[in-house]
């Protein structure tokens, strides 16, 4: 069974960075994509970026292009996402998610596996 494990997340002011880690388990990941999504309060979970096991492939939300970087250590099956220049508006829970390869990989509906989650908040 797929197990994935969210890590990082926290209080920071805005400026600040975090870096969120995901460990996935329960098998081995040499294909397809891990993503992040983020859901905050009274709104819909929405894309954040997606990286693919293979290749250099990477996908960024508009609002966090430039600001996060999407990394992978293959041998760890861990991805992690490095968080600059925080705001507010960054405010979330963010979940880690595995899924299929496909073309665009930014739908929930594109991944299989979700994490519990892990609370990013940045203060003003």
């Known amino acids: 069974q797929v197990q994935l494990d969210e890590s990082g997340g926290g209080l920071v002011q805005a400026g600040g960075s975090l870096r969120l880690s995901c460990a996935a388990s329960g098998r081995t990941f040499s294909s397809g994509v891990m993503g992040w999504f983020r859901q905050a309060p009274g709104k819909v979970r929405e894309f954040v970026a997606a990286?693919?096991?293979?290749?250099?492939?990477?996908y960024y939300a508009a609002s966090v292009k430039g600001r996060f970087t999407l990394s992978r250590d293959n041998a760890k099956n861990t991805v992690y996402l490095q968080m600059n220049s925080l705001k507010p508006e960054d405010t979330a829970a963010y979940y880690c998610?595995?899924?299929?390869?496909?073309?665009?990989?930014?739908?929930?509906?594109?991944?299989?596996?979700w994490g519990q989650g892990t609370q990013v908040t940045v203060s003003s």
């Open positions: 998610a595995a899924g299929r390869s496909v073309d665009w990989p930014i739908r929930e509906s594109d991944y299989d596996y």
């Open positions: 990286i693919r096991w293979s290749g250099s492939s990477t």
